[in-house]
């Protein structure tokens, strides 16, 4: 393959960013804020993050916005001092080396536990268990039917995400991601089987997608409007809790023709299903090309993409940007590799969630290309 003519190593300008390359570390989940105060540590996360800085944009593991939005074990905050003091670290050393670095900020709802909530229960749209696992500091346990949210504690979430989005600018990220996908908060707000609400926040999909307009409305009254985005994940079907029914796609539509029609984000990112759903008459099968002539803006695409198919998609014009999950994970030379034209290492599952270095940062590099180019 001829270099020059990869798609995803072209250069690209998202808002007020130039991109050296399309290639975006997709947000993970890896549990190694194994500390007291969940926070990032310089000795795993910031060299994690710089280890794949040649990424055209990195979006970090999902955020917790507050101590209520926490579902699962060692997953770093953005709501405290030390918080933000261990971000600030990540954000200087990739900025250094020339890399460019979006917060996730996230709230898991249902998908949580008592146990991390002092035994109360965790809050949702509607008190629906979603009859999951979640890992908890005492072991893997059964969901719970969760507590459904007053329209107080709607306003009280609205305004953590609002300070996490501080805290965000605080820590020195380029922007902030809005975790609004994979049956967390947002997304079961969006979701007729898990929201059953009959006031202004369900019902009608307008209802159903109100409070993430407004959690977006009020962050945008303290950051540009170009350095937010939103990730989704239309087609979720049997997992993380989340059922589709004849309204999730319109819902979707909605949202999606919304932002594109009123907002200047940065992006918008979608995910490609993550089962099979084309025996469902009302699921879509290939998000991409179906989204792409409803977003007039930045589109960013997931979930399961190689580098064959991540230039092909951007290829064919139904996406601007790609987000590799597990592949940076156990390469963090991955555009080097994709220059190069190297094969890829394979990850090692068992090592994803587990602490220490193992996994995480000592994946080798094979290319030359470890760090950006300033």
Known sequence: MNTKEQALLTPYTMGNLDLPNRVVMAPMTRSRADNDDTAPTEDLHVKYYTQRATAGLIITEGSQVSKRAVGYINTAGIYSTAQVEGWKKVTDSVHKVGGRIFAQLWHVGRISHPDFHNGELPWAPSAINPEEEVYTPDGQKKTVTPKAMTVEEIQTTKEEFVQAAKNAMNAGFDGIEIHSS???????????????????????????????????????????????????????????????????????????????????????????????????????????????????????????????????????????????????????????????????????????????????????????????QK
Not at 204 to 213: I, L, P, V
Not at 330 to 335: A, E, G, K, R
Request: proline letters at 4%; zero cysteines; aromatic letters at 14%.
């Open 182 to 372: 994979n049956g967390y908060l947002f997304h079961q707000f969006f979701n007729g089987t898990s929201n059953h609400r009959e006031d202004n926040y369900g019902g009608t999909k307008e209802n159903k997608a109100r409070f993430f307009f407004e959690v977006l409305d009020a962050i945008k009254e303290v950051m540009p409007e170009n350095k937010i985005g939103a990730r989704f994940n239309p087609s979720l079907n049997g997992v993380f809790g989340m059922t589709m029914d004849e309204d999730t796609i319109p819902t979707f539509d909605y949202i999606i023709e919304r932002l594109s029609d009123e907002y200047d984000l940065a992006y918008v990112h979608l995910s490609e299903p993550f089962t099979d759903v084309s025996d469902l008459d009302y699921a879509v099968s290939n998000i991409a090309e179906h989204y792409r002539p409803k977003y007039k803006g930045t589109l960013m695409i997931n979930s399961g993409f190689d580098q064959e198919k991540g230039n092909k998609v951007i290829e064919e014009g139904n996406a601007d940007l790609v987000a590799f999950g597990k592949l940076y994970v156990s390469n963090p030379d991955l555009v080097g590799r994709f220059r190069e034209n190297v094969e890829t290492a394979d990850w090692d599952k068992d090592t994803f969630y587990t602490p220490g270095k193992e996994g995480y940062t000592d994946y080798e590099a094979e290319t030359r290309e470890l760090m950006p």
